[in-house]
Every structure is written in structure tokens, then in C-alpha cells.
């Protein structure tokens, strides 16, 4: 590896959240060298930092192995980049590592039942640290599609979700200071387990048209639409009314939720 490489891995290693912020900002040919040039186990932290379209470009180019990535990297480095995925994406890519057991691991992280929200999450089109300086970020804010974008999703150091942020708060503030974190806003998320039925009557969707998505552990999948969330709704009503596969669904979801409650039981230890 020669010298620019290793400074490359430096302050990618030290700064993860800035590195990635001036790499989104270059073209994608210095992007996609630059992520060519770090470790392993490196690229997965940082890829999925990167704004969502040059995730996608680094995942369709002919020069980049994104199954390595979720080999090497640490799990929850694996996990977050996995949340910046569409879901067929994700699952491809996980169904072709071949270290079983990260398979087996990375899969219960992504494979939800149909109706539940889990089988309807997107992909968090923007992810900050809470730590990232206010006014390093505003400048990208800017140039962002508020209607269009959706929330814009805060994680504290561990990748772990810590609310949205208050995108119009932070740039009116003149000058920016501060960090992330003082424009949060505490939004409650919606897990993937949950059924599209139940969260569809939630008074949330009165002032949101996007929620975001974590798993038990707080870790972000991504985000759901309210139109994906009212639409999967009708169409559940309206299997009910036709007598359809109603009971098989209803199964399906009660044997995740059971599996869901007996790792945990086992991971505790079992009751004392």
C-alpha cells in the first residue's frame, strides 16, 4: 500500500463520519479508487456512510467485491451498510457469502414476514453521526430535495439509532454551531416485526410521511413510506375480506414473533 493509502486508512480509521462526507463529495472515479485502496475490513464502515447513489454505483461497478466487504467488516459495519440496501440487494448479497454462520447471522438481521413492516423497508437515503459538526453538514443539506429525500436519520458512534433530525431548525440557525445531536428530534421508530395493520393506525402518520426502522438492538434497517405502509394495509383488509391465505399469514407471523422471543430467551440465559 503506498503513502496516500495509508493516510487514506488513517483518518478513515480515526474519522470515519468526515472521511466519508469528503468522499461523497468527490467524483465517483476518485471515490471508487480511494475505496479500492482501504483494507478490507475498512470499506464496508465507510461505503455505508456514502450518500445512496453512490452506494449503488460502488455495488454496480465490475471493479468492487461488496460480498468481501461483509465478510471482513465487523457485524455492525455489515449491518449498517445492509440497512443502506434495497432488499432484494441485501439479501443477494448476503446468500452469497460463504462463511455460513455470518450468512446465518446477517439473514436474521434481513428476512421479515410479508406483512410485517420489515418486508417494506427502504433505504435511509442519508445516515448522520450525532457527533458530526452542525456546520460541516449544512452545505449537503442544502442541496437536498426536502419533499423527496425523506428523514434524515441520526446513529450515535455504535451505529445505533438515535432520532431525525430537525433538517429546517439546523439551517436557519445562523451560524450553524453545535453538533447533530442538538437538532434532534426524538422520533419513535417502528420495528420491522410490527404488522403493517397495527402501524397503519398510527396517529404518527398525521404528521409523518416516512418513519424510520430499527431492529432490537436500536440498529437502523432503513425507513418505511406512509404510502407503501396505507397501501400494504388495504391490500391485507381486502385478503381478509376475500377469505385468501389470511390464516397462513397470520401463522407465518406468529412463528417469527415465537422464534424472535425464544432467542431472546436464550441469549438472556433462560428465566432465573
Known sequence: MNDVDRLSVDFATRHPDLFARILGRGDFDQCEQIVAGLPAD??????????????????????????????????????????RLSRERRL????????????????RQQQY???SIGALVADVPLLLAEISQAKDVVN????????????????????????????????LREPPVGQVEDFLIPLTPIRPESPVTAVAMDEEWHRRNWMPVVDHEQRVLGIVSREKVMR??????????????IVLELLDDLVFLAEKMLRALLTRGGPA
Open 42 to 83: 475498512k470499506k464496508a464502515g465507510i461505503v455505508a456512510r456514502l450518500p445512496a447513489p453512490q452506494i449503488r454505483q460502488l455495488l454496480d461497478s465490475q471493479d468492487q467485491q461488496p460480498v468481501s466487504w461483509l465478510a471482513d467488516a465487523p457485524f455492525d459495519d455489515a449491518v449498517n451498510l445492509l440497512s
Open 113 to 115: 414476514p410479508r406483512h
Open 92 to 107: 443477494a448479497l448476503v446468500n452469497s457469502l460463504a462463511d455460513s454462520d455470518r450468512q446465518r447471522d446477517l439473514l
Open 232 to 245: 400494504a394495509a388495504s391490500d391485507h383488509a381486502d385478503s381478509a375480506q376475500r377469505g385468501g391465505d
Open 140 to 171: 449537503d443539506l442544502r442541496g437536498l430535495d426536502p419533499e423527496s429525500i425523506g428523514p434524515i436519520v441520526v446513529v450515535d458512534i455504535y451505529g445505533r439509532y438515535r432520532g431525525i433530525l430537525d433538517r429546517w431548525r439546523l439551517l
